[in-house]
Each structure stands twice: as C-alpha cells, then as structure tokens.
C-alpha cells in the first residue's frame, strides 16, 4: 500500500509517499520551507503561511510525483495532519486530501501531528520497540508520554506555560537573534560558556513529570536589562539558558523512565535537533542501561513523511473511513484522545 502524507500545519509544506510493502520504506519526501517568508516578521504570519501552503502544495505533489516515478492513480490512501496546528494552514492540506481522496475513491485519514512527530523514530534505520516513554519537545508542546503501540498514549507530564521551542524561540529574540530562534541560539551557545551565569531549573524538584519554562525567559530578560550587559556576552548567556533546559527536560525525562520502569526514550519534535539535548541525554540514559532514539536528522522537524508514516500504521492498524467525505480539521486537539480501533477492542 502507497500512502501519500500531507503535512501544513504550520510553517513549513511537505508532502511525502510511504509504502507499506516488504519491510515498509519511504518512497520520496518533499518539503518547503517558508523561513524566509516569516523572517521579517520575527514569528508565523498565520494569513501568509496559508496562503504559501496554497502556492507550494500543488508544486511539490508534482515534483514528488516525479521523483518517485509515481502518479495519484498508484496511491492506496492519503494521510493529512488535521491538528493541532494554525487552523488556514491545516484547512489547506485537508481540503487537497480530501478531493484527491474523493476523486481517486480511496481513504483519508486525518492524522494528528504530535502522532506524526511521535513515531517519525520508527522510520529510522534501527527503530524502537514499544512500550516506550516519548518525549515530545516541539514549537507548540512539551509533553512526557508513555507509549504502548500507535494510538495508545498516556501523559506523564507537559509545561505548564511555554513549551521548549518556544521558550528557545522567545529567549532567542531576546537575544537579538532572528527567527526561526532555536537553530540559531543553539549555533551561538556552542561558543559560549554555560558557567558564566546561573540560571533557574525551573520545577526541576516540582516532585512531578511537568515543566514550566517562562521563568527561565524572563530571567534572561533580566540578565539583557542589567546596565553591565554587554552584547559580547551572548553566546556565554545562550548556552547558560540551552544548559538550564536541557537539564530540566533530561531530569524529567529519566524520572518518567524511573516511574514507568521502561529503558527507552523517543525523543520527537523540533527541539529534538539540538545537540546539546542529544548528548546529555545519551549519556544519563547510557548510564542507567537505557537508549535513546531520535528521528532521522531531516525528519526532525514537520515534514510530511512522518504523516504519511502514521497515517499508513493507522491503517494497519484497522481505521477506515466510513462517513462521507468532509474537510475536518482539530486546531486545538489532545494527543490522549487518539484510540486505533485495534486499541479500542483491547
Ligand atoms: O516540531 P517543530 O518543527 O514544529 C512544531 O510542531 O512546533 O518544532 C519547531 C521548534 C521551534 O521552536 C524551533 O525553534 C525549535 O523547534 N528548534 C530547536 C532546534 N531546532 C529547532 N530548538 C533548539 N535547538 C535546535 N537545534
Ligand atoms: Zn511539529
């Protein structure tokens, strides 16, 4: 089975076919990036990222198409990220999903991001085994799950306030950096000296699984408003703030492990990319006997091979489309409410 993924959730389009067949494998995935559309914005422009997915998403089926030698009459389903995500962007992909599907008379699946993002470390050459703990650090969410198969997750904890990639995002501005932020505060801690200031954990000892990062911005607020800043000072103040998150993510991380008894950790979602994050976290889980998993470098952030991923595992797993086709899109959309109807008769 040929399942086409359509990822327009926010700002980047992508568009990928997964096939099923043999031991499963990617065929082709393409992906725009509208960076430099939002960059003289500092954030998304919701109206022209939409609009940008309206242009490109037709361009990049075609030149998937053609780098895959495939055309719509050899795909078997369509998978589309419905939620959560801006709600024009997410309209875009579902409406081009939808009539595809219509017209070819094959299912559609809605898929929901976070799921993409969650099991995109399957699509790796040396995959996880389930049950695992996933933890999802992306721009909108920073959640601990346990995971025992595909559509049954189970929140062991979340931020409170700003996820991760958006506190590197915030934190970045703050900085004088542009946007996308946390690719580029990253890049500027690894000349910096974490120890040249201290900064808060916050709930590193909260007793429980979640996280609060809008304490640690405004912290760096502060240090910024000290009338001795100096802009030299940067890169020391960016990796004193990446060291001070990846502290807190990699000691709830492994409490989540301790509380679960599992040894494996998926980590999914933009923030995943870091470096400072992967290598912290190898080492703690090396150290109790564990492993971690990561997406592969390019499937890191949106993209749409990881929906097509989910979408194809979702029909494995039994879902079908029953009712008559209709455009249904979940900006706001808990991961926790995903069942599969294997799920469902367990
Ligand atoms: O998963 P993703 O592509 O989109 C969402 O679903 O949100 O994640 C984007 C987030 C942004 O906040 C971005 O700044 C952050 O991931 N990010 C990073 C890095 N690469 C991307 N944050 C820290 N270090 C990185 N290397
Ligand atoms: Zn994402």
Redesign the pocket.
């Known amino acids: 089975m040929k399942v086409l993924g359509i990822e327009t959730?926010?700002?980047?389009t992508g568009v990928a076919i997964y096939d099923t067949e043999a031991a499963g494998r990617l065929l082709g995935h393409c992906l725009h990036s509208q960076v430099e559309l939002h960059a003289g914005y500092g954030g998304v422009v919701p109206e022209l990222a939409s609009r940008d997915h309206i242009r490109r998403l037709p361009l990049l089926l075609e030149q998937l198409f053609a780098e895959t030698a495939l055309t719509v009459a050899d795909l078997d389903a369509i998978a589309y990220t419905a939620g959560p995500?801006l709600a024009g962007a997410l309209l875009v992909g579902a409406s081009v999903a939808e009539s595809l599907g219509m017209a070819r008379g094959i299912p559609v699946l809605p898929v929901h991001?976070?799921e993409g993002?969650l099991l995109s470390p399957l699509l790796s050459a040396d995959p996880p085994a389930f049950p695992f703990v996933a933890l999802l650090?992306?721009?909108?969410?920073t959640q601990l799950m346990r995971v025992r198969g595909v559509g049954d997750y189970a929140l062991l904890g979340e931020s409170v306030d700003d996820?991760?990639?958006?506190?590197?995002?915030k934190t970045?501005k703050l900085l004088g950096l542009g946007y996308?932020?946390?690719?580029?505060?990253?890049?500027l801690a690894e000349s910096g000296d974490a120890r040249r200031f201290r900064l808060p954990r916050p709930m590193l000892h909260s007793g429980d699984l979640d996280f609060s990062f809008s304490g640690l911005k405004t912290a760096v607020l502060n240090v910024v408003s000290r009338p001795d800043w100096r802009a030299e000072q940067a890169a020391d103040l960016a990796a004193a703030f990446?060291a001070a998150?990846v502290d807190v993510l990699c000691a709830k991380a492994v409490a989540a492990l301790k509380t679960t008894g599992l040894k494996t950790l998926v980590v999914?979602?933009?923030?995943?990319?870091?470096?400072?994050?992967r290598e912290v976290l190898d080492a703690a889980l090396g150290k109790r006997g564990g492993r971690v998993h990561y997406p592969e470098p390019a499937l890191?952030?949106?993209?749409g091979a990881m929906i097509a991923f989910a979408g194809a595992l979702r029909l494995a797993a039994g879902e079908r489309r029953t009712s008559p086709p209709s455009v249904r899109i979940r900006p706001r959309w808990p991961l926790t409410e995903l069942r599969t109807p294997q799920a469902e008769r367990a």
Request: proline residues 4%; aromatic residues 2%.
């Open positions: 959730s926010c700002d980047e995500g991001h976070l993002h650090v992306s721009g909108g969410h996820a991760a990639g958006e506190a590197f995002d970045a996308p932020g946390g690719p580029q505060l990253a890049k990446q998150v999914a979602g933009g923030v995943g990319a870091n470096r400072h994050l890191c952030t949106d993209n």
